[in-house]
């Protein structure tokens, strides 16, 4: 389902209906496979472990707001444009978003002892 989900991003385009369709159905079934199996599984306390990402999401979402106040400064799809315009470089993104998806929602829930 990846590689049929890159080769339509490659086709089409990445903001085009067919490739949106893709990206959704398959980020759809990659969520529904992931809660399936963690259903009736209850989840730890995040603590302290989750400063650093909840400094990144504020500092993403900060730098988004501060753009749509400033015409001037580039969102970060903008900077990610000349990045993307190649078809395969955008194939190869598209794998690895899903693939980090996939990771995310399936990761181990507990560490080993040390």
């Known amino acids: 389902m990846t590689l049929l989900c890159a080769a339509a991003v490659m086709a089409w385009g990445e903001l085009s209906v067919g490739a949106l369709l893709a990206i ?5 079934a ?6 399936v199996r963690q259903s009736g599984g209850t989840v730890p306390p995040v603590g302290r472990r989750a400063l650093p990402w909840l400094a990144l999401a504020v500092a993403a979402v900060s730098w988004e707001l501060v753009t749509l106040a400033d015409d001037e400064l580039p969102t970060a799809s903008d900077l990610a444009d000349p990045f993307l315009a190649q078809p395969l470089l955008r194939g190869g993104a ?18 080993p002892p040390r």
Do not use: I, K
């Open 24 to 28: 959704g159905t398959a980020g759809t």
């Open 94 to 111: 598209t794998v690895c978003w899903l693939a980090v998806g996939a990771w995310l929602l399936d990761r181990p829930r507990r560490r």
């Open 30 to 35: 990659v969520v529904v496979v992931a809660l």
